[in-house]
């Protein structure tokens, strides 16, 4: 009993290690490491750099050894705006996406969830100020709800959606467009990433096929990959990975894509050694690839980013339990 208990903790603190890693690589400066041992962190979200009125709030978080198999993190939201019914509301629905996802990654699931509450508490602050306006003409009113400047998702959606899944095409399935990304270089070892759409296993097989066409791919010391695949008449995914000799790179890096929730699509990152040995920081390369290009080719394009460095500190004076989620009291 006692061994089984060591190895379910020794498997949470390696999910947890996959998570703040994938967490870092997708919000970048808003992410903020307070004490890595005592696995507390927090991260600064906001509605918009663009939106008016700009609301921010600070998650705080510490990770009990037992999350995310048996318990929920311990968190504290700080936001001096965010008071009574409205804090409790919030509350209740990370709450509640906790007990829907037991035993699984949800911090990323919670931030998203937070900036859809600021997203929300902001247009509805802009609507009271709106009212409050004597002089507006049905045509200003008409152009207050103009979408123009709203980002059009629509075209991000694959031309193959639609295409019944896990469908033997044999040679005559097309090969999906594949897509080349930046180069990030660290210690002379080189890191590129490469993304296709992709909806049948048979297409990973061609883009992996037309990768290696390429000779200096080809000669790459590790090219690492992860897709999903979307099962419209299952409502399951078909997933898979593979290190290809950089041990449990592929596994993180289908770790990344779980969390962006991304779907029928494959990233490819190769790697070409340099001679260093990079140590955890070759993870920390191989996810940024991925989400970059992830980024650029509009798969995460949910994902709102803050430009500016934010800086965090963490004072528990208190912490007290209610029911089963603990929060953090601060001075």
């Not at 936001?79 to 409790?88: C, D, H, I, K, V």
């Not at 699931?109 to 902001?122: D, N, P, Q």
């Not at 089963?324 to 009291?329: E, G, K, N, R, S």
Request: with cysteine; net charge negative; proline share 5%.
């Amino acid at each position: 009993m006692a061994y089984s208990k060591v190895e379910e903790n020794v498997d949470d603190l390696q999910s947890q290690i996959e998570e703040v890693e994938a967490l870092s690589s997708i919000y970048g400066d808003e992410w903020c490491v307070i004490d890595e041992a005592s696995r507390i962190f927090c991260i600064q979200i906001s509605n918009s750099l663009e939106e008016e009125p700009k609301l921010t709030t600070c998650l705080q978080i510490i990770l009990p050894p037992d999350y995310p198999s048996a318990s929920p993190p311990i968190y504290q939201i700080n936001a001096a705006w965010l008071r009574g019914p409205e804090r409790a509301k919030l509350a209740n629905s990370l709450e509640d996406l906790y007990v829907e996802h037991m035993g699984e990654s949800i911090l990323y699931l919670w931030v998203e969830k937070i900036r859809e509450f600021l997203v929300e508490r902001a247009q509805c602050s802009e609507t009271v100020i709106q009212q409050e306006k004597v002089n507006l003409t049905a045509e200003s009113e008409e152009t207050g709800d103009n979408d123009d400047d709203l980002p059009d998702f629509s075209a991000l959606k694959l031309t193959k959606e639609n295409t019944q899944l896990f469908v033997d095409y044999s040679n005559d399935e097309e090969l999906p467009p594949i897509k080349h990304g930046s180069t990030i270089t660290d210690r002379r070892s080189t890191f590129q990433p490469h993304l296709a759409p992709v909806v049948t296993p048979r297409q990973v097989k061609l883009v992996l096929e037309k990768l290696y066409e390429n000779k200096k791919i080809a000669s790459a010391t590790h090219n690492i990959y992860a897709y999903r695949i979307y099962c419209e008449d299952k409502h399951s995914f078909m997933q898979d990975c593979e290190d290809d000799g950089e041990t449990a790179a592929g596994g993180r890096l289908l770790h990344l894509l779980q969390i962006l929730d991304v779907r029928n699509v494959m990233v490819v990152v190769s790697r070409w050694y340099g001679g260093i040995l990079l140590g955890p920081d070759r993870f920390k390369h191989i996810n940024n690839c991925a989400r970059n290009i992830l980024l650029e080719e509009g798969y995460a394009a949910s994902l709102v980013r803050c430009s500016h460095r934010h800086q965090c500190s963490l004072q528990v004076t208190k912490v007290y339990e209610p029911g089963p989620f603990i929060a953090l009291l601060l001075p």
